[in-house]
């Protein structure tokens, strides 16, 4: 069976307090700062006991950060069939409690994918979690046909932007990166977070196509890739943030490693201004009625 996703999230429990650099009841701290990161790990098949390890979580000084992001299917590691898993998917409020304790103890909001089940659906589901409890998520619309996703889990339809600490935020998960008219900006957002489990073999399309997403809709990009194996890939991270003009801030590079990108909001407004690309954009959007 799949590891237990208490395991998996004591772990990364632990990889943030080294990284973060602060205990349980340390006080709040307020920068501007993006933290993201990589989970690793091997994940062996669905008959062995697993987990994925996570790397440290990134920040600037210690316990510092706004945001903290984490990959796909966070808690099991990429689970195409979910009855491989029976008995560890749960409805996700375990994880939703555990992110947070997280969000409380650092001050800061959570984020990152969870395989769940509502009724008798499964979905790929990401939730951003505030200090104040508030809860929201975002169901992965764009689900990997290729690799049996769409099989078993139900594509989400709302286009989900949130707002954190004066930046808005768009929710995005993995494949969604191949597919920009839904992710085209409307003037509604500043940030685009990809959770991903994007493997080794496309990584160089992973890499562009963060790029080519904060070119095209002038904002700042975070994509965070796990690390390690499982019985059908290899991930290498690449964990990035990209600035506005397309430019990697900074990056994981290949495996663990612990990074900090701060969003400069006064930089972005004053290069939409300068440089209004937006306000000639196409009037077309995606069909957000559309079901997969």
């Given at each position: 069976?799949?590891?237990?996703?208490?395991?998996?999230?004591?772990?990364?429990?632990?990889?943030?307090?080294?990284?973060?650099?602060?205990?349980?009841?340390?006080?709040?701290?307020?920068?501007?700062?993006?933290?993201?990161?990589?989970?690793?790990?091997?994940?062996?098949?669905?008959?062995?006991?697993?987990?994925?390890?996570?790397?440290?979580?990134?920040?600037?000084?210690?316990?510092?950060?706004?945001?903290?992001?984490?990959?796909e299917m966070f808690?099991?590691?990429?689970?195409?069939?979910?009855?491989?898993?029976?008995?560890?998917?749960?409805?996700?409020?375990?994880?939703?409690?555990?992110?947070?304790?997280?969000?409380?103890?650092?001050?800061?909001?959570?984020?990152?994918?969870?395989?769940?089940?509502?009724?008798?659906?499964?979905?790929?589901?990401?939730?951003?979690?505030?200090?104040?409890?508030?809860?929201?998520?975002?169901?992965?619309?764009?689900?990997?046909?290729?690799?049996?996703?769409?099989?078993?889990?139900?594509?989400?339809?709302?286009?989900?932007?949130?707002?954190?600490?004066?930046?808005r935020i768009l929710?995005?998960?993995?494949?969604?990166?191949?597919?920009?008219?839904?992710?085209?900006?409307?003037?509604?957002?500043?940030?685009?977070?990809?959770?991903?489990?994007?493997?080794?073999?496309?990584?160089?399309?992973?890499?562009?196509?963060?790029?080519?997403?904060?070119?095209?809709?002038?904002?700042?990009?975070?994509?965070?890739?796990?690390?390690?194996?499982?019985?059908?890939?290899?991930?290498?991270?690449?964990?990035?943030?990209?600035?506005?003009?397309?430019?990697?801030?900074?990056?994981?590079?290949?495996?663990?490693?612990?990074?900090?990108?701060?969003?400069?909001?006064?930089?972005?407004?004053?290069?939409?201004?300068?440089?209004?690309?937006?306000?000639?954009?196409?009037?077309?959007?995606?069909?957000?009625?559309?079901?997969?």
């Amino acid at each position: 069976m799949w590891g237990s996703p208490w395991e998996n999230m004591r772990r990364a429990e632990t990889a943030l307090a080294e990284a973060l650099g602060c205990g349980e009841d340390n006080a709040s701290y307020n920068q501007e700062k993006c933290s993201v990161n990589d989970i690793s790990g091997d994940v062996p098949s669905p008959q062995t006991s697993s987990s994925q390890t996570p790397s440290k979580v990134v920040s600037g000084d210690a316990g510092r950060a706004d945001l903290i992001v984490l990959p796909e299917m966070f808690t099991t590691g990429f689970c195409v069939d979910p009855s491989h898993a029976e008995g560890v998917i749960d409805d996700g409020a375990a994880a939703v409690a555990w992110m947070r304790r997280m969000s409380v103890r650092y001050d800061a909001a959570v984020t990152g994918s969870v395989a769940v089940t509502d009724g008798e659906r499964y979905f790929n589901r990401m939730y951003f979690v505030r200090p104040d409890g508030c809860v929201e998520h975002y169901d992965k619309r764009h689900l990997f046909a290729m690799g049996g996703e769409a099989d078993h889990y139900t594509a989400g339809c709302r286009r989900v932007v949130v707002a954190w600490r004066g930046v808005r935020i768009l929710l995005q998960v993995c494949y969604d990166l191949r597919f920009p008219v839904f992710a085209r900006s409307r003037g509604d957002y500043d940030m685009i977070v990809y959770a991903a489990n994007w493997p080794t073999p496309r990584i160089a399309v992973w890499d562009t196509l963060l790029m080519a997403r904060a070119i095209e809709n002038q904002c700042y990009v975070a994509g965070v890739n796990r690390a390690g194996r499982d019985p059908w890939c290899d991930y290498c991270g690449h964990t990035a943030l990209i600035d506005p003009y397309g430019r990697v801030a900074v990056s994981c590079g290949e495996g663990e490693h612990v990074v900090t990108g701060d969003i400069d909001m006064d930089r972005l407004t004053a290069f939409r201004r300068k440089f209004p690309v937006l306000e000639d954009r196409d009037a077309w959007l995606a069909d957000e009625s559309w079901r997969g």
